[in-house]
Each structure stands twice: as structure tokens, then as C-alpha cells.
């Protein structure tokens, strides 16, 4: 008997918290093979990267909508549910389909876990996704990985191209210590031929991705060095900038996702359909720069008062979004909601944070990983601080509190702002 949309969420929920995250691709392979290698016969666009992997996805994404392409994509995490990840086109995976596509991986599923060896929830999910897409025969796949690279659960494909976006310190446990230690795990998704389009322009790690492109012939794309961004232009609400690659440049280019981290994703999503494709319109990258938007991504959903959601998940992370808060709103102050995963670098992410803020509001939410209101709280060093570990109510009074001329910026988690979305659009 099938099981209903709740009853699998609850199975992912219960799968999380028993086998978490347990890197290598001996599992998946296996799963793969018993489900008929579905991943096979696709075409892929792979891309990896500490921030920035699910905008560059969206750019491209609505840049091959408008070019008439059918795309698949795979994205983590979710915000609002877990059809969202599993999309051909703009349309999300439905229930009956994600349904059935789980309950044909079910028998497998449960071979695998009398085995000993059971697939943890993100291998189910990706497994999944390749099956879907295998059904629908997209013209192309945009794949993100979930963590890392080489040995992330989506790494077993050999992709058109890859991306990798921007390297930052982050999972030290898992991917290691340093800028370069990182940036080898993130290459491990190049693959032989195939080019590689990398924003990384710190040399370390720069240098680390670009001798594993060399290593294995594949052609290297470097932001800054390769293709070009100038003439940018920023008002309250949107931004341009200009274009230049090999073969000319593509000026005044109009966006409205913010910062300049989106001027640097939109300018790979660009410089990776130039390459990856034999022929793109012009005017089909300009509407989909255009129309691309991500959701918890800077995102405003409120104007009286001034609310924004940012996904910021590590420091890096934070003081872009910091930079693109005193960009697009010098005159304002900006009060923070912060809640975060206990293994993140959440001292580090809060004093990027404690530079610029008018108050900080730190809270907790419902998740295995989360870190503890209190524990936020000690590690924060903002003289005005206040812990309220009932996240609704720590939002409530955050909104209460601001006025003209300030903005409430809630973040620190894409999990955290899953809860937040549901919650504000109720409201």
C-alpha cells in the first residue's frame, strides 16, 4: 500500500535524525544500480561551491526557460516543502508523482537496510531526483550537490560542465581546515573534458581548482580572468552590470535580485550557458537575469515595516549579506533575528553581524542540529542582545520593534527561514 505525502515526510524526518549525514558513494551507487542507473542518459550542468549554488542555478535556469530549453533542477535545502527540490521547469515534482517515484525505490530501500547499508534521507532524496528526471527526459539537468563535492551524493554523473562558486571556511570537520583543503573537495566534481566555470578568485584555493582542471583536460573559466564584470549600477531595488567574455560583452544587464554576489552568480550562470551551449540569444539572458529570483535569498517580505530573509549560513555568507544591507540601504539600521545549526561557525557568524546592528535577537528552532538559544546568546557580544527562544515570538517582537528608517533581517539558517516562510505567510 502506498504511502501518503505525510507518512514520507515523516520517513525523511526519522531517516535524518537516525543515519544523518554519512559521506561516501558506495551506498548511492548501489541504490542507483538496483533502480537501473537512472542517472544515466541525461546531460548535466554539476555545480558546488560554499555560497551561491542555488542562485547561479536560478540564473541559468530562467536564462534556458527563455531560450526554450526543458530543465530539470535539483536544489537543497527546502523552504516550504520537499517537492520543491525535484523541478521540471518551474513546476515542482507532484505529490502523486513524488509518490510514486518513492514507493518504486521502496523494495530497495528495504533490501539495503537489512543489509546493513541503508541510504541516508539525502541519498533517497537524489536518487529520487534522478529517476524523476529519467521519466521526463529534460533537455538538461542543473544538479547542485549537497555538501562538498567528491564525495557528495550527487557525484556520480559526468556533467556537460561544472561550476563552483565560491569557496569559504565551512564543515571543517567534514571538508577540512583550510581554504585549499576545501577547494579540492568542491573540484572533486570536475570530470574529464568537461569545462570547468569557477568564481573563485582567492589564489589558494583558486590555484587547487584550477590544476584539478588541468589534471583531468578540462577546460578552466575563471571569473575576473576569463570573463568580466564592470559598469555596475545599484539603486534601492535593483542592479546592472556588464558582461565581457571572449566573444564581446553583453552590456547593461538588468537584475533584481541584490548584492554583489548576485552580480557574480548571474555572471557565471552567463559565462556557463556561453560555454556550455553552442548558441544563446541575447536577449534570452537578459530576461532571464531579469526575471530570476531565489527564495530566502535577500528576499523582502514585508514593506510596513521593512522586513528582509536571508539564507546566510556560515560567515561568509553573513558579511554578504551585511555588505549588500549597507549597499542597497546606507540610511538604515538593521535589526537581526539569528538562529543557526549547532556546527556551524555561529561566534564568528555573530560578530559580522554585532559590527553593523542596531540590535540582535537570537532564537531557536525545532531541528536536531540546531543550536541552543542560550548557547547564541553567550556567544554574542552585542551590548544590545536579547534571547528569545520561541522563534515565532522572537519574530513578533523583532517586527514590533522596528520602525522607519530600520529594517528587520531574519537569518543565520535556510532551515530556520523554512519555518519562517509558512509562519509569516499565515500571518
Sequence with gaps: MAMTMKEINHFFERRQVRLGMNFGLSRMEALLKKLGNPHEGLTYIHIAGSNGKGSTLQYMKEIL?????????????YLSRMNEQLKINADEISDKDFIAVFMEMWPSIQEMDLAGSGPTQFEILTAMAFSYFSKKEPDLVLLETGLGG???????IKPLLSIITSISLEHTNILGDTLAEIASEKAGIIKNGAPVISGVREKEPADVIEDKAHAVG?????????????????SEGKQSFSLTHENGTIDHIDMNMLGQHQIENAALAIAAVLIGLERINEKNI??????????????????D???????AHNPAGIQVLVDALKVHYPEYKYR?????????????MLHELEK????????EFVHDRAADAQELFEAAHQENKQLIKDWKAAIT???????????????GSLHFLSFVKTFLSVE
Excluded: C
Design 356 to 363: 553593523d546592528a542596531l540590535e540582535v535577537i537570537v532564537t
Design 286 to 303: 537578459r530576461k532571464g537575469i531579469a526575471d530570476a529570483k531565489w527564495d530566502g535569498r535577500f528576499e523582502m517580505v514585508s514593506k
Design 65 to 77: 526557460l527563455a531560450e526554450g530549453v526543458t530543465v530539470a533542477s535539483f536544489t537543497s535545502p
Design 218 to 234: 578540462a577546460p578552466y573559466y575563471q571569473l575576473g580572468r576569463d570573463f568580466h564584470v564592470s559598469n555596475v549600477e545599484i
Design 305 to 311: 515595516p521593512l522586513v528582509i530573509m536571508d539564507g
Design 397 to 411: 517582537e523583532g517586527r514590533r520593534k522596528t520602525g522607519d528608517k530600520e529594517i528587520l533581517v531574519i537569518t
Design 336 to 348: 537581526f533575528v539569528f538562529s543557526s545549526f549547532k556546527d556551524k561557525d555561529y561566534a564568528k
Design 150 to 156: 567528491r564525495l557528495d551524493t550527487t557525484n556520480v
